[in-house]
């Protein structure tokens, strides 16, 4: 099911202006970093690493959206990465990344329908996956360095939301969700400082989200279990990056059945 995008992110151009600033902000974090510098929040990774990941995706993303597939690319090989000879130039590199992306964007309409993994069969998903893959892999390199992260409130909404409407989607990658089944059971998730909720029905053949609308209170009380927390600190929680059991995060109902969403809802 996909659901209605929460607040003014909903907006193409929103989008579209967000990944260049959080890559910015990325940019930023590196800068009298060593690329060696481990990343915790990914275990095994190096800043250089996460940076070539993240430019990686942007313009394989971009040659998608030129290319306009209507079905699964045969390669993963999309898009010529062009990585720079030396180190010292893979922030550049991720900046040019980004512009690279930009310049696609103004040339596609996010309307079209195109091939995607996910819930919604335009070109305008992959700007969003974009966004959210850039914005939490931006908290990453700051997290490494020393850098306590902040996400602005509306932006964090509508990435809980992109993440739980296309999570039922992923396990061709992520084959643990298809574990994420049950007898009707519900979790409800709300951002504290925006109206923006969601419930989550687990189901025989799998599980649906939909939004939670109404008292939250009432929501929550009627659901097996509930999360609740800030926007930003919701989309951490969702993406593997903060603990539930922190201070940040009320949480009601049945443990157990939290434990099994958080073991294979990763990402």
Same mark, same amino acid.
């Given at each position: 099911?996909?659901?209605?995008?929460?607040?003014?992110? *909903?907006? #193409?151009?929103?989008?579209?202006?967000?990944?260049?600033?959080?890559?910015?902000?990325?940019?930023?974090?590196?800068? +009298?970093?060593?690329?060696?510098? $481990?990343?915790?929040?990914?275990? +095994?990774?190096?800043?250089?690493?996460?940076?070539?990941?993240?430019?990686?995706?942007?313009? @394989?993303?971009? %040659?998608?959206?030129?290319?306009?597939?209507?079905?699964?690319?045969? *390669? @993963?090989?999309?898009?010529?990465?062009?990585?720079?000879? #030396?180190? /010292?130039?893979? $922030?550049?590199?991720?900046?040019?990344?980004?512009?690279?992306?930009?310049?696609? !964007?103004?040339?596609?309409?996010?309307?079209?329908?195109?091939?995607?993994? /996910?819930?919604?069969?335009?070109?305008?998903?992959?700007?969003?996956?974009?966004?959210?893959?850039?914005?939490?892999?931006?908290?990453?390199?700051?997290?490494?360095?020393?850098?306590?992260?902040?996400?602005?409130?509306?932006?964090?909404?509508?990435?809980?939301?992109?993440?739980?409407?296309?999570? $039922?989607?992923?396990?061709?990658?992520?084959?643990?969700?298809?574990?994420?089944? +049950?007898?009707?059971?519900?979790?409800?998730?709300?951002?504290?400082?925006?109206?923006?909720?969601?419930?989550?029905?687990?189901?025989?053949?799998?599980?649906?989200?939909?939004?939670?609308?109404?008292?939250?209170?009432?929501? %929550?009380?009627?659901?097996?279990?509930?999360?609740?927390? %800030?926007?930003? =600190?919701?989309?951490?929680?969702?993406?593997?990056?903060?603990?539930?059991?922190?201070?940040? !995060?009320?949480?009601? +109902? =049945?443990?157990?059945?939290?434990?099994?969403? !958080?073991?294979?809802?990763?990402?």
């Amino acid at each position: 099911m996909n659901v209605p995008d929460p607040g003014r992110t *909903s907006s #193409h151009v929103t989008r579209r202006e967000a990944i260049a600033a959080e890559t910015a902000k990325f940019v930023a974090a590196l800068a +009298g970093a060593s690329l060696a510098t $481990p990343v915790p929040s990914c275990p +095994g990774w190096t800043l250089l690493d996460l940076v070539r990941h993240t430019g990686s995706v942007q313009r @394989r993303f971009s %040659a998608l959206l030129r290319e306009g597939f209507q079905e699964p690319p045969r *390669s @993963r090989e999309i898009g010529e990465l062009r990585l720079p000879d #030396h180190e /010292g130039g893979y $922030p550049e590199w991720l900046t040019a990344s980004a512009a690279e992306a930009a310049e696609t !964007f103004t040339a596609v309409d996010p309307d079209a329908p195109m091939w995607a993994w /996910g819930a919604d069969q335009h070109a305008r998903f992959w700007v969003r996956r974009m966004l959210f893959e850039t914005l939490v892999h931006r908290t990453d390199a700051e997290t490494a360095v020393g850098i306590r992260p902040t996400v602005d409130r509306e932006l964090a909404a509508d990435g809980v939301d992109e993440f739980l409407v296309n999570l $039922p989607f992923a396990a061709s990658f992520a084959p643990e969700v298809a574990r994420l089944r +049950g007898q009707d059971e519900t979790l409800h998730f709300r951002c504290t400082d925006s109206e923006a909720g969601w419930l989550v029905r687990l189901r025989p053949d799998g599980f649906g989200v939909e939004p939670a609308h109404g008292d939250p209170a009432a929501a %929550a009380a009627s659901a097996d279990a509930a999360v609740h927390a %800030a926007a930003a =600190d919701l989309l951490l929680l969702v993406y593997g990056r903060l603990d539930r059991r922190s201070d940040a !995060f009320t949480v009601h +109902g =049945d443990h157990d059945l939290l434990e099994r969403w !958080f073991a294979h809802s990763a990402f």
